[in-house]
């Protein structure tokens, strides 16, 4: 999977929209204000749930009160040209499979990898995180919808699984638990994974990859034991690619 430049590449990940006890989006407020500094038009990216028209009037309420413009995706007659227009892509949860869809069905992947790669701010929340990956392969959604490939934009060089959680020692549930499913991944791929706690995030500026929010993390790579991080770790020697296990 072809990676964007990294010299130029700014890019802010949260785990999710929303944290227990608060709104949409108020855990991420001061991370993203400090983020995108002087931007003032953000283009929303809605194809992750069913009802893009609620979508965007929730996004754009909540980016207006932090003083910048929001146009939504859907309802701008040329996408790509919007892309190339816009200060910053912010890019919503909701099911992973159906954004990757839509990012295939309207050809966006390349006019966002490119002004990624130019330096445009790209903001992704769940399933937004997780098509900033190589792939989707991390995803704990349902595959609702069929996507021409699991190939993401690949902003990134490793996999996110947002929503992590630790298992419960204490629990009857005989399912496998998500640790479990990404230990599955790594027998198959060396990629390494970054399973972020609700309230994490990962922001990237150039070859800098650090740990925000309110979480920690665990880093999970391929013949290694996983590693527990917290807000502020530098993670670029974690998240590079075991080229030992190749």
């Known amino acids: 999977m072809q990676q964007t430049g990294s010299q130029n ?21 001061q991370e993203i204000r400090d983020f995108l500094g002087k931007v003032e038009y953000v283009l929303f990216v809605p194809f992750a749930l069913y009802d893009r028209d609620a979508y965007a009037t929730l996004a754009r309420e909540r980016f207006n009160r932090m003083g910048y413009e929001l146009e939504s995706a859907h309802q701008v007659q040329d996408i790509a040209h919007s892309i ?13 499979f ?30 937004g995180s997780n098509v900033s990956c190589p792939t989707i392969r991390t995803t704990k959604d349902m595959p609702i919808i069929e996507p021409p490939s699991f190939n993401a934009l690949g902003l990134v060089s490793f ?33 390494p994974v970054a399973g972020l706690r609700e309230g994490a995030m990962l922001r990237v500026n150039g070859s800098s990859i650090v740990l925000k929010g309110v979480k920690g993390a665990r880093i999970f790579r391929r013949k290694h034991e996983p590693v527990e991080v917290q807000p502020g770790a530098e993670l670029n020697q974690l998240l590079a690619r075991n080229t030992e296990s190749q």
């Open 9 to 29: 590449k700014r890019i802010l990940l949260i785990s999710s929209s929303t944290l227990y006890g608060s709104g949409y989006l108020d855990h991420a407020e």
């Open 84 to 96: 190339e227009q816009a200060g910053a892509v912010f890019i919503g949860g909701g099911n992973t």
């Open 98 to 127: 159906r954004l990757l869809k839509a990012l295939y069905d309207f050809d966006l992947l390349s006019p966002i990898r490119r002004r990624v790669a130019a330096g445009m701010p790209y903001i992704g929340s769940s399933a």
């Open 159 to 191: 996999q996110i699984s947002p929503h992590y959680q630790d298992p419960d020692p204490n629990s009857t549930h005989m399912g496998e638990t998500q640790e479990e499913r990404i230990i599955q991944f790594l027998e198959e791929n060396d990629t």
